[in-house]
């Protein structure tokens, strides 16, 4: 009994350094990345930076583009994970509007994420292709649960439904992008602070794709209490990939 015990604890051991060492790793890509680019960041830089061995990386991640699609992964959980936080505190924010306002103030302190959105060659390079062109990814992932949530936002009336989803989808994604990128194209007086934008962002949105009927408390709680659950879904599905992933 004691010999199992003692294995059994051995096991958790290893497997929290295992843990331990590939969070060390994925902090050591992020900076580099941030810093080089991807193209210019490689395993040898990222095993040094890590203080590791250059075939312990490869005990987590086969290649480099598993190990960099694994720190996409990894910022949109903490970004997941902070939006669930705030529905929490703020069930009111639970319209479309309020969420795609909480969905740009996260991804402006998300700086990888936020290259994903907006495609950023220099930081991501073909990174930002491979992570959409995998099916199983989370930008995928966030693609179909934005779809699922527009549906129930429909039958709820929180959404107008003389559009299809397809085209609100659209209309979504090119608004929030526009938000995202604009600063490049203004003069510096009229850009504004992030959270003017996220307000402006949010007003856009509110006027584009919603009803101008307030919504009744009941069936708000009703979106919040299924936004969470889903929420919760999403993060322990990534987070469980990642984790399978960094085992292989």
């Known amino acids: 009994m004691a010999s199992r015990r003692n294995s059994s604890n051995?096991?958790?051991?290893?497997?929290?350094?295992?843990?331990?060492?590939?969070?060390?790793i994925l902090?050591?890509?992020?900076?580099l990345v941030l810093r080089w680019g991807y193209k210019k960041t490689t395993i040898d830089d990222i095993a040094k930076q890590a203080g590791v061995a250059k075939?312990?990386?490869?005990?987590?991640?086969?290649?480099?583009?598993?190990?960099?699609?694994?720190?996409?992964?990894?910022e949109?959980?903490?970004?997941?994970?902070?939006?669930?936080e705030h529905l929490l505190q703020h069930p009111d924010d639970?319209?479309?509007?309020?969420?795609?306002?909480?969905?740009?103030l996260l991804s402006m302190t998300h700086p990888l994420v936020k290259a994903t959105i907006i495609g950023d060659s220099d930081i991501l390079g073909e990174l930002a292709?491979?992570?959409?062109?995998?099916?199983?990814?989370?930008?995928?992932?966030?693609?179909?649960?934005a779809n699922m949530y527009l549906e129930l936002?429909?039958?709820?009336?929180m959404v107008r439904t003389d559009m299809s989803i397809r085209q609100q989808v659209h209309m979504l994604m090119a608004i929030a992008m526009g938000f995202f990128m604009i600063d490049s194209y203004l003069p510096e007086e009229y850009q504004l602070s992030v959270e003017e934008s996220a307000d402006a962002l949010a007003e856009t949105v509110r006027a584009a794709l919603e009803p101008t009927k307030p919504v009744p408390p009941d069936r708000l709680q009703e979106v919040h209490t299924?936004?969470?659950?889903?929420?919760?879904?999403?993060?322990?599905?990534?987070?469980?990939?990642?984790q399978k992933e960094s085992e292989a």
Request: glycine share 4%; hydrophobic share 40%; aromatic share 10%.
């Open 10 to 24: 051995g096991t958790k051991e290893e497997r929290s350094k295992r843990e331990a060492r590939a969070e060390r």
């Open 153 to 157: 936002m429909r039958s709820k009336g």
């Open 76 to 84: 949109y959980i903490s970004i997941a994970e902070k939006f669930r």
């Open 94 to 104: 639970c319209t479309l509007h309020g969420l795609t306002k909480q969905a740009l």
């Open 27 to 31: 902090d050591a890509a992020s900076e």
């Open 226 to 242: 299924f936004f969470i659950q889903m929420f919760d879904q999403l993060i322990a599905a990534a987070k469980k990939q990642t």
């Open 129 to 145: 292709h491979l992570e959409y062109a995998d099916p199983t990814s989370i930008s995928r992932r966030r693609i179909a649960f």
């Open 55 to 74: 075939g312990t990386i490869y005990l987590h991640w086969k290649t480099r583009e598993e190990l960099f699609l694994a720190l996409l992964t990894r």
